[in-house]
């Protein structure tokens, strides 16, 4: 006989049933420009509705089931103001995460039945492939913006041993700044799509590091400068199944040097009691739906790294509020 629902059990479950419109109002949120229209302070339902083309009629009830979810607050004077989540939106409004990850996912039985990303059925493209000049934009922004977590990896000691980084899917190059930034004599390669280093220049020059860092545009499935004592992938490998990223990682053992370390960044599930749990192990499933990626356990990144030739010498979670984990590994002779 099932037992009947805590009281907990029951309003978890009204939540989750709801997780789905939340995210619409989040999306909503970010599409009718809130963030821009409350900067000043709080506004009307009224005002904002006129503001937005929006019903007068809807609005009052929008703006109050978003007031009652947190992403923005309702004041006693019945005005509306802006909050610190709803800050974060721009995050969402990006390919992948946005409108396009619900399409994706009304076809998520496909990734369930082939372990093939929906993706690439839905829009007949792969993510990346299928982005126009202007979603690649949004992406390329959205990962520099982002990347803004990944601080304390940058500020991690062991940078110190190396002079010469390349990373590898570095993206417009943010995190290999910020390393070059606090290693002075150290020189870097930052390798990606044409389209993703557009912006590059501007980026590293803003952070006085341009002189020190070549851009390679390329693939990494087709080569990968040599030279680096250390070879990055950071967010790289999440985004590609097991026969891809061996592919990759073929591509650094063909330029890395015997001995030279391999740093991968990227989504390690740890322990169900760590915070950082739930957030891997429900973004491994965007990440297949998505991309055909997802987020491994140390056991399946030691096995998926040594399938090539690198061995495994450290795995360990970054400082917060990164919630990745940082892999080690030597690029071994002979192999
Ligand atoms: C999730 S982003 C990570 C960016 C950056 N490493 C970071 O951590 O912010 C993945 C990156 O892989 C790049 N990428 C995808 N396919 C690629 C390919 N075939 N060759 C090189 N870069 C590629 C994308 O352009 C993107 O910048």
């Known amino acids: 006989m099932p037992r009947p629902p805590t009281p907990d059990e029951a309003a978890l479950f009204t939540r989750l049933g709801q997780g789905h419109v939340a995210m619409r109002l989040l999306l909503m949120a970010g599409r009718l420009g809130l963030v821009r229209l409350l900067a000043d302070g709080p506004r009307g339902a009224a005002d904002l509705a006129a503001a937005t083309g929006s019903s007068p009629a809807v609005m009052p009830r929008m703006l109050r089931a978003m007031a009652a979810l947190g992403i923005i ?4 004077d019945g005005r509306f103001a802006g909050t610190g989540v709803l800050d974060l939106i721009d995050v969402l409004l990006v390919p992948g995460f946005d409108e396009t990850s619900y399409t994706a996912w009304e076809h998520a039985g496909h990734s369930l039945r082939t372990g093939e990303p929906a993706w690439d059925q839905v829009f007949g493209k792969s993510f990346f492939d299928s982005l126009d000049a202007g979603q690649s934009d949004a992406f390329d922004l959205w990962n520099t913006a982002t990347a803004a977590s990944l601080a304390p990896i940058a500020a991690m000691e062991f940078w110190s041993d190396f002079h010469h ?4 899917g570095g993206g417009q190059g943010r995190l290999l700044a910020e390393i070059l930034a606090a290693n002075p004599d150290m020189e870097g390669q930052l390798l990606d799509r044409p389209e993703s280093l557009r912006r590059s220049p501007e980026l590293l020059e803003r952070r006085g590091v341009a ?14 400068p040599k030279g680096g004592d250390a070879y990055l992938l950071s967010r790289v490998l ?11 990682l073929d591509t650094i053992g063909r330029a890395a040097e015997a001995g030279s370390t391999l740093v991968v960044v990227d989504l390690l599930i740890p322990p169900p ?5 739930c957030f891997a ?27 090539g030739p ?13 919630m990745m984990g940082v892999i080690f590994a030597v690029r071994e002779a002979g192999r």
């Open 73 to 76: 607050e309702a004041q006693a």
């Open 165 to 168: 980084v390349v990373d590898v």
């Open 211 to 224: 002189d020190r860092c070549r851009l390679v545009p390329g693939s990494f499935f087709d080569e990968v």
């Open 238 to 248: 999440l985004n590609w199944n097991d026969e891809k990223c061996v592919a990759i």
């Open 273 to 277: 009691d760590h915070p950082a749990y």
């Open 281 to 307: 192990v429900v973004n491994d499933l965007n990440l297949l739906v998505g991309f055909g990626g997802g987020s491994r356990s140390e056991s399946e990144w030691r096995r998926l790294i040594e399938t």
């Open 310 to 322: 690198f061995r495994v010498t450290g795995v360990e979670m970054s400082p917060p509020p990164s």
